[in-house]
Every structure is written in structure tokens, then in C-alpha cells.
């Protein structure tokens, strides 16, 4: 069953509560989206280190009900 694109923004935010998160359904089947997450708790912090605190957010979803997620990782400028 595919995730819905609220349901992965709700996830994201609830994780990281000062997140902005965007994101876009990239085939239009609820399997492939692109995410754009900015957040001070990213300050500091590597590309990998910000992307496996989505990733730790998205709760083991991710290859699973998510099958694909192209995620950009920043904080705030």
C-alpha cells in the first residue's frame, strides 16, 4: 500500500517539530516522491547525518509502503 505524501510530511515533522518539509509525488502512484526538508537541528550536521534523521523519522517505511524518496537535506540560510 503506497503512503500518502501527508502522511510522510506528518511523520517528518512530528520527528523534527522545527522542520519545513515539501513534498512533491514525482509518478503519481504514491511510491516516488521528492522531499525537501529544512531544519535547524541540520546545522552542523552532514548531508548523511540530516538525510538518516528523515530516514529515522519515516519509521522503517522507507523501501517498504515508501519505495523511493528523493531527498533534499538543508538548513535554514
Given amino acids: ?4 505524501a501527508r502522511d510522510i510530511e506528518t511523520m ?6 522545527d522542520a519545513v518539509v515539501s ?3 514525482l509518478a503519481g502512484d504514491g511510491d516516488h ?9 541540520f546545522r552542523g550536521k552532514s ?4 538525510h538518516q534523521m528523515v ?7 522507507m523501501g517498504g509502503e515508501l519505495h523511493a524518496l ?3 537535506t538543508s538548513a535554514p540560510k
Fill in 12 to 17: 517528518i515533522k512530528d520527528a523534527i517539530p
Fill in 55 to 61: 530516514y529515522q523519522a519515516l519509521q522503517g517505511n
Fill in 23 to 25: 513534498i512533491r509525488d
Fill in 47 to 50: 548531508r548523511v547525518q540530516q
Fill in 70 to 72: 528523493a531527498l533534499q
Fill in 33 to 41: 516522491y521528492a522531499a525537501e526538508v529544512v531544519s535547524e537541528s
Fill in 1 to 4: 500500500m503506497p503512503m500518502n
